[in-house]
């Protein structure tokens, strides 16, 4: 079996397709590495890639792709909704084949290293890579955003772990991480009114006292004019899809809301969606070897 | 997205087990191909063997495992409780993933061809490879059995579509065709009352004017004490796993009757599981590309 590893970089640019096919350009243009998918999303101005390969191929159009993003987006003109921190945003590395976490959080390390030196810019080390409890959490380490980070890196506490400890004013800072597989994951609401997704979002999450493993949000989505909790669902095998969507249908009703469709970005782990069936059909002992597709893989 | 075709072909012995592999085992040996279950049955005297791969491996299997059977079978001296109308029974070729039914009826008449031409075999297509509305239902085909068919082969209506206009005393005739995957799934209710599951399949099935693609009957599980809806799905693409699940669900409350689990028996296409999940969470613009695993087969 091959050795693999997945990369999920997130860019700050999802406007401007010239720019965009240039910095995905320099995933496919990586021998070795293949991508998988790639999707832009205008409101919130930003791109979320999806390449799997070799560790050595992954590690290589990772650094490649930093430099097409460095070199064609300007953080000091960027807007949208989403919370981002830099031109690169967020960086994680996932053991998908023959790979362990070690190796994820050792590659973490040595793309933070390069990015650091090669492009001047700060970078923060998370989750499974965190140098600390306090970088663990994407969310902590990303607070205060893009704009935030003149102030929050002149902090002792925020002193960057590769790169300089300055913000890099066109390119911003990165967070740069290894984790198990993690699914972005909307949920769309028959409102416009963004608050009710947002209070949606606050007790759901477990920031908010809601499900350990769910990150959320509310945010607008202009072109539908429709609100929409967006989510993501850290680690589906504790905190399965379809509880996360069978609890924000629970609180919307209390809005008189309903939930009229939900999305899944980019990819999706084959066990979220066996999990789904398992429980909606009520499954009795039900094995994955029991899907004709998968023994093709034995 | 890798292209799949299952194949499942029933052969006439059933006893000799040195006989059995040494049939098996042609499956075994193509490359491409992928044994994923045999089982024999003494009574029946007959084998029913699956396999899946591309649709050029599943094929080249089969032909490599008809010469086997023509070698080692003799009809002649065979004697069992299954209707058989050869030493290779029936061979339908079913499409998975990324082949479309044409394709499989492609595959069956080229079979047909090779197995009649090469082994001197009347070959009949049957289902969706049928030459003929008459020819469709394989019960049909195969009324008469093997000792029948010197007789019926002589009959115009009964003109193979391959091979010759006689009968193969040692090898028979054999049916040949495609169809989709048939499901296998059984709704468990939280009564011992079979009388209620009877009722409930009467009224879902396709012969009691319910859901089209639908043969269903109450039995009762006598080890949990309990009735239960005994249902083959003959089209999940057209009558969905969950609406049939749903459908069962809603007749039992007219009973007080709650669902209290469910199963698939043997083998089900990854597709019925993606379409139970886009149902339950109302997946907008979901396709199975995004589930990870799939890409593995590009």
């Not at 899809?241 to 084959?270: H, Q, T």
């Amino acid at each position: 079996m091959a050795r693999l590893v997945e990369c999920i970089p997130n860019f700050s640019e999802g406007r401007n397709k010239e720019v965009v096919e240039k910095i995905v350009d320099a995933v496919r243009k990586t021998e070795g590495a293949k991508l998988l998918d790639y999707s832009s999303d205008a409101s919130h101005n930003r791109s979320v890639v999806t390449f799997i390969g070799t560790p050595e191929a992954v590690e290589e159009a990772m650094v490649n792709m930093a430099e097409k993003v460095y070199e064609n987006i300007d953080m000091r003109n960027h807007k949208g909704e989403h919370p981002r921190m830099g031109a690169l945003d967020v960086v994680p590395f996932v053991p998908i084949t023959g790979v362990t976490m070690e190796e994820c959080i050792e590659i973490a390390n040595r793309v933070g290293k390069t990015i650091g030196e090669k492009f001047n810019i700060p970078v923060y080390l998370y989750e499974k890579a965190a140098s600390n409890k306090g970088r663990e959490n994407l969310a902590t380490v990303r607070k205060g955003q893009y704009e935030g980070f003149f102030e929050k890196i002149k902090d002792a506490d925020w002193k960057p772990d590769y790169g300089p400890c300055e913000v890099n004013e066109k390119g911003g800072c990165v967070a740069i991480g290894a984790r198990v597989p993690l699914i972005a994951y909307n949920i769309n609401l028959d409102t416009d009114n963004v608050e009710i997704a947002d209070k949606i979002a606050k007790v759901i999450r477990h920031l908010g006292g809601g499900l350990r493993y769910v990150k959320a949000l509310g945010v607008k989505i202009e072109d539908r004019n429709m609100a929409q909790v967006s989510i993501n669902v850290v680690d589906y095998q504790k905190t399965a899809l379809y509880r996360v969507f069978e609890m924000v249908k629970m609180e919307a009703r209390r809005y008189g809301v309903n939930v009229i469709g939900s999305e899944v970005i980019g990819l999706i782990p084959m066990g979220a969606i066996f999990q789904t069936a398992e429980y909606y059909l009520q499954f009795e002992n039900f094995s994955t070897e029991q899907v004709l597709e998968t023994r093709i893989w034995e």
